[in-house]
Each structure stands twice: as structure tokens, then as C-alpha cells.
């Protein structure tokens, strides 16, 4: 398997990679965010990507061809993490839906493109981070700041009972 290195620009700002040391090459530049750049993963096969950003949603992307296979995108929200699982069945992202008041936990399945929320909470509270599924798949980790109090939280990966983990202040 052969490994790119990417650069995402963003179309309302300049962008200048830093110098690299060692043998790399600049094998192309993507461009398609239009506001930050807040997550980038990679499939456990390596032929698809993901991007997300506060206003064109989820990207899904081939890394051979560096074409846009997918948008998943809405109106007044935000994704601000995605994660995919080991097996690579699923991907999960948080969206902060601004005009329907809710922080939704999504899991997508890759065969199909099914969407389910898993878990949902009030707008109030800040978007949800940090998404990580367990080396089995069969939980989904995540961090959320609820008051300027961090917490961290586990739920099963096709939903169910939410469990907070930790917090700090």
C-alpha cells in the first residue's frame, strides 16, 4: 500500500506548507472545505478518506483519484469529529445542528450509507469531540464540554445506554 501525503487549503486563506525534511513530494492539493478544517481519517483500507468542517458538513473522499465520492452536509450545522471503526463497517461523526438545537452522535454504516443517531443532547452544550470507537467496535468513546466541565462518555456503537466516564474541571 502506497501512502500520499494531502493538503486541504481553504478557499478564503492562503496556505503555504511548511518545508519537509526528507524525501517527500507534494503528490496533490484538495480543495473543497470552505470554513476550518476540523477532522481528517482514514478508512482501515486506506481507499477512502473523510474531512469535516463548519460548513460544508462531511466530506467522504477516494484516495486514488482525490475525487469527492459523497457530500453529507445540512444547513446551519456543524462536524466537528468523525472516526471509523477498525473493521471498517462503520463511521461515525458528531453534527451540531444550530437551527434544530441538538448535538447528534451519528454512526453510518459504509456498505450501505444508513444513517442512525445514537445519541442526541441539547444544543447548549458544546459540540461533540474526540469520537473513538473501542478496539473491538463495539463502543464509541467520546468528550464533550457541558458548562466548561469536560467529560468523557461511552455508548455502544449501534446505540444504547450512555455512560459518563470522567470529568474534569
Do not use: C, M
Amino acid at each position: 500500500i502506497g501512502f500520499g501525503l494531502f493538503f486541504f487549503t481553504n478557499l478564503s486563506t492562503k496556505f503555504k506548507p511548511s518545508p519537509l525534511k526528507g524525501n517527500f513530494e507534494l503528490a496533490q492539493t484538495l480543495t473543497a472545505q470552505k470554513g476550518e478544517l476540523y477532522d481528517l481519517q482514514f478508512s482501515p483500507d486506506g481507499k477512502t478518506f473523510v474531512s469535516s468542517d463548519q460548513t460544508a458538513g462531511v466530506l467522504i473522499w477516494s484516495t486514488s483519484s482525490g475525487l469527492i465520492k459523497e457530500t453529507l452536509s445540512s444547513a446551519n450545522s456543524s462536524v466537528k469529529s468523525t472516526a471509523f471503526s477498525h473493521n471498517g463497517n462503520y463511521f461515525a461523526f458528531s453534527k451540531k445542528d444550530y437551527s434544530g438545537g441538538k448535538n447528534n452522535l451519528i454512526i453510518r454504516r459504509t456498505d450501505s450509507g444508513s444513517e442512525v443517531i445514537i445519541f442526541s443532547t441539547d444544543s447548549d452544550f458544546d459540540p461533540i469531540e474526540q469520537i473513538k470507537f473501542s478496539p473491538d467496535d463495539n463502543f464509541i468513546y467520546y468528550v464533550q464540554e457541558e458548562a466548561n466541565v469536560v467529560k468523557s462518555y461511552k455508548i455502544p456503537t449501534l446505540g444504547g445506554k450512555l455512560e459518563l466516564l470522567s470529568f474534569s474541571l
